[in-house]
């Protein structure tokens, strides 16, 4: 547990030399025209990726896996029917066939030959699992952010995508917006002068329990009848999280979405909007496979008991800056603190706002446009051919043999923001140090323990 990323990698080399554990690849699968795809994972983010690559004819969409068949409370008012049958419903319409493959266990699809690459639409506890397991079978992998439920999961996935060699997509979908490219180019390039600091706020996470339909019932039960049989799809749902006492489902959060709420199987607020905007501030730094050195002044409502309890652990108002070893400075808040949701880059000539859809640029660079860099200025990732569309992107990337916009270090990095933020917070910890290359806190062993997921029920990453 003291181990260093360093350290950590060496003795999984050496576990491999040793025969200990298999991390052996199949190889990574080079479709001809069509790329065979799964999802994995029916719930609102899955639906909303599987109609973007429904939309690419080079793609088709063979299987559907969820051990949900089936509830009428998915999406983020809690009000819509999903689940795989309602996926394959989806899908056959789609291709007027009735061939879509409906499956409860992912390990299905692992071992199906005929899929090439996955969408991981999970909750955060999944993904790592999912992920690694599909790279060593060969398929590609587009995974939904935050990549990973905590920091070691990252090391590990960044090395199986090392040893297969395969394609791998993190939803990280704002890389792909042409908005958020253009403001990290005119920070990058000091079109406005000197960056010194900027202002990050978070919207709400989706199933907050404020602004959608979902319960905030932490009352322990029975498992529902939505998981038919019970006992196989229970343990099929939870899969790597640690069960609770007498094994009780937990409505507050263990209903479909509700799983961001409980630190065992999600990370929270911070996390939900953080991932996309850390993101984005990597970037337009040039730090997107570094770090931070620092957080600090970190306040949160996560020892409030009106607000959280030992199921709901994330806090729900907060506020902290991530601080960078050149002096610069995000200050970060949930959308209530900070008044709106996007970054705010405070230059020397102005302020330089950017959220989805909208770029807000000063007086003095109204009319700058991309086509305005010179030789010498750095022009980010554009996925022009995609039009912007991420999945697209990820497909193209599959078929030229190459890394897409948003590859697995780059998600690992910008989940990792998200993570030290939470081990702070739950620490009680005003201010934590970090250091980037090693990825380690400094000075703060009990940090650093944190640092490790522990994966239960027989799963193994």
């Not at 199906?112 to 639409?121: C, E, G, R």
Request: hydrophobic share 35%; aromatic share 10%.
């Amino acid at each position: 547990m003291r181990n260093t990323r360093r350290e950590f990698l060496g003795l999984s080399a050496a576990a491999v030399g040793c025969g200990l554990f298999n991390i052996g690849c199949a190889g990574a699968r080079r479709p001809s025209n069509t790329l065979n795809l799964a999802v994995l994972g029916c719930g609102p983010m899955g639906l909303y990726n599987a109609n973007k690559f429904l939309e690419d004819p080079r793609v088709r969409v063979t299987h559907v896996c969820d051990p949900i068949l089936e509830s009428s409370f998915h999406g983020y008012n809690a009000k819509t029917r999903l689940g795989r049958k309602v996926f394959k419903e989806k899908i056959d319409a789609h291709y007027r066939t009735n061939a879509t493959k409906s499956v409860a266990d992912y390990r299905e699809v692992i071992d199906d030959p005929s899929v090439d690459a996955v969408l991981i639409s999970t909750g955060d506890y999944w993904h790592a699992i999912m992920g690694a397991e599909a790279m060593r079978a060969g398929k590609h992998v587009y995974c939904q952010k935050p990549m990973t439920l905590g920091i070691s999961e990252g090391w590990a996935m960044i090395e199986a995508q090392k040893r297969c060699g395969v394609t791998f997509q993190v939803g990280s979908q704002q890389r792909s917006m042409k908005e958020f490219r253009e403001a990290a180019e005119i920070v990058r390039n000091g079109v406005l002068g000197e960056c010194r600091s900027c202002t990050i706020g978070l919207c709400y996470a989706h199933n907050d329990g404020v602004s959608s339909g979902y319960t905030r019932d932490c009352t322990p039960g029975g498992i529902p009848d939505w998981l038919n049989p019970k006992s196989e799809m229970w343990k099929l749902y939870l899969g790597p999280a640690e069960h609770w006492e007498d094994d009780a489902y937990i409505p507050a959060i263990h209903a479909p979405v509700c799983w961001r709420w409980n630190s065992r199987t999600g990370n929270g607020s911070i996390a939900d909007w953080g991932a996309h905007h850390f993101d984005i501030l990597q970037w337009a730094l040039g730090m997107e496979r570094s770090g931070p050195v620092a957080i600090e002044n970190v306040r949160t409502d996560l020892f409030d008991p009106k607000v959280t309890n030992r199921y709901l652990d994330q806090a729900s108002t907060y506020s902290f800056d991530i601080v960078y070893a050149n002096g610069f400075r995000a200050h970060v808040g949930d959308k209530e603190t900070i008044g709106r949701n996007g970054i705010t880059f405070h230059c020397e000539k102005g302020d330089l706002f950017v959220t989805r859809g909208k770029i807000e640029k000063p007086a003095c660079i109204a009319r700058w446009m991309e086509t305005d860099l010179g030789g010498g200025d750095v022009r980010l990732y554009n996925n022009v051919h995609a039009k912007g569309c991420h999945e697209t992107d990820f497909v193209d990337a599959v078929f030229e043999g190459r890394q897409p916009a948003c590859p697995v270090e780059i998600g690992h990095r910008s989940a990792t923001i998200c993570h030290l933020a939470n081990i702070a917070a739950r620490l009680g910890r005003t201010s934590v140090r970090w250091d980037p290359a090693q990825e380690r806190f400094i000075g703060d062993e009990e940090a650093n323990r944190r640092i490790f997921v522990r994966h239960h029920n027989g799963f193994v990453l």
